[in-house]
């Protein structure tokens, strides 16, 4: 409200200002065309026509004042009165300031009897011969003078425009303030309505129900895209809730079966410890202590890349994947095979296959395919590295049943077993495939299975010099 109130004080005297400036303007206009037709009458001897506007007209000498307007008649002691209004008139070598074509006009401004200063336009005529003057005064004269012709600026219509104005807003711009404050203040409670009910749903959901959504108003403004932006990110975080959830429920339950088979490895034998192979309980709990730290192993890797910066240099695809094969090749073993006798592994490899990582991170990629390759594999595995349209191309094949159609997509989530029947103890944690998704979409790649047995991971090159 107050600041519709100085928008409208400085509006109105910005308007008051121009309005007198227009009107004082125009007087100041006529007045000059009055000055200017009655200078020339005077020198060309003809009569002014149509007007009927106050002037004043004097001789150089003073001998002479004529009023036209006017009901007081002039004085003889050089000087003019016109009403209460002081005309002084002009030297023999006066030059005016202003000039209008050859007619030499000007403004200038004095005291009348009430002390308010009054414009008149000055207005001088050319040095007229004594005839021209004779006929012009009724004086005689023996060397030209010049007559000078005073014209009032009339300020009354300036005065009475401004005044109109004032008593227009006097009683006007308190009731537009309080008009233009209320309608804004409505106007901006409507417009807010909206906001303020997506601040009071969003105040009321908490982790407990974050299915709810804010209302979306059927409008195509702002507010109803905060509103559908809103609901994305809610959808967003129920969905990263729902999958911490099942990740944690997972893990637990993943956890409880070792650690379940690790104390009963242990409490048998402590209940009847003559009787125990105590070599052979060792050896069982060292197992069941490498899976849990596999599987924590595996977690922890899920859980940090969901919030590690992505970054890494250059590194070759094919020396990580030949210095895998190498590796399995001279062990000569593999762990968790389908037929219980390791693999043999063969690679095919183009150089060179660079790829933007971290060598860890793509490793761990290799290594986690070819183990579930070997895991799955009845003789063979291989691997290949080849170079396609600006991506590196991996590729990892076994001669195992491969994976239904179905399950294809599936396999990449967290947990995940096809063999359910499978002991748990001599498989995997159900982690590795979904470590490879992760590592590889964060390298800005992905993975599919193809053909049944064959996983294809697609990364991009390096193209950098």
Not at 222 to 227: E, N, P, R
Not at 327 to 354: I, K, M, Q
């Amino acid at each position: 409200m107050v600041a519709t109130a100085f928008v409208c004080a400085l509006g109105t005297i910005v308007a008051r200002t121009v309005v007198e400036d227009q009107w004082s303007e125009d007087a100041r206009d006529h007045a000059t065309d009055v000055a200017f037709q009655v200078t020339f009458a005077l020198e060309t001897g003809r009569s002014p026509v149509g007007l009927h506007d106050h002037y004043v007209v004097v001789s150089a000498d003073g001998r002479y004042a004529r009023t036209v307007g006017f009901p007081t008649p002039p004085r003889g002691d050089g000087r003019s009165r016109t009403g209460d209004l002081e005309l002084e008139r002009p030297g023999p070598g006066f030059v005016p300031a202003v000039g209008w074509g050859l007619r030499k006009i000007r403004t200038r401004s004095a005291v009348d009897g009430e002390g308010t200063v009054q414009t008149y336009v000055v207005g001088t005529t050319d040095p007229l011969p004594p005839a021209r003057f004779r006929e012009a005064t009724g004086l005689d004269t023996r060397s030209a003078q010049r007559l000078t012709v005073y014209t009032l600026v009339a300020s009354e219509r300036a005065r009475t425009a401004v005044t109109t104005l004032d008593r227009l807003v006097r009683w006007g711009m308190p009731g537009a303030a309080v008009f233009v404050g209320l309608t804004a203040w409505l106007v901006t409670g409507w417009a807010l309505r909206p906001v303020e009910a997506i601040r009071a749903k969003m105040a009321g959901i908490t982790a407990g129900d974050l299915d709810q959504r804010v209302p979306v108003p059927p409008t195509a403004d702002v507010v109803a895209g905060l509103a559908r932006t809103t609901n994305e990110t809610l959808d967003r975080l129920e969905q990263a809730h729902l999958r911490q959830r099942s990740f944690v429920a997972d893990a637990s339950h993943e956890l409880r079966s070792p650690l379940a088979a690790l104390r009963g490895t242990l409490e048998i034998p402590l209940a009847r410890p003559q009787r125990a192979d105590w070599p052979a309980v060792v050896a069982a709990a060292l197992a069941d202590t490498v899976r849990l730290q596999r599987l924590t192993d595996d977690l922890l890797l899920l859980s940090a890349e969901e919030h590690r910066p992505r970054e890494g240099a250059a590194v070759d695809l094919a020396d990580l994947v030949e210095e895998q094969i190498a590796e399995r090749a001279y062990s000569g073993t593999a762990s968790d095979t389908a037929s219980g006798a390791a693999p043999a592994f063969g690679c095919d490899v183009e150089r060179p296959a660079l790829v933007l990582g971290e060598e860890a991170r793509l490793a761990r990629v290799v290594r986690n395919l070819l183990d579930n390759a070997a895991r799955h594999a009845r003789s063979t595995v291989h691997a290949s590295v080849r170079l396609d349209a600006g991506t590196v191309v991996l590729t990892v094949t076994d001669d195992g049943a491969g994976v239904p159609p179905a399950d294809r997509e599936r396999i990449f989530d967290r947990f995940v077993r096809l063999d359910d029947a499978r002991d748990r103890a001599d498989g995997g944690t159900g982690l590795g495939l979904a470590i490879v998704r992760e590592l590889v979409t964060a390298l800005g790649g992905s993975v599919r299975v193809t053909g049944g047995s064959t996983f294809t991971v697609r990364l991009p090159a390096d193209q950098s010099p």
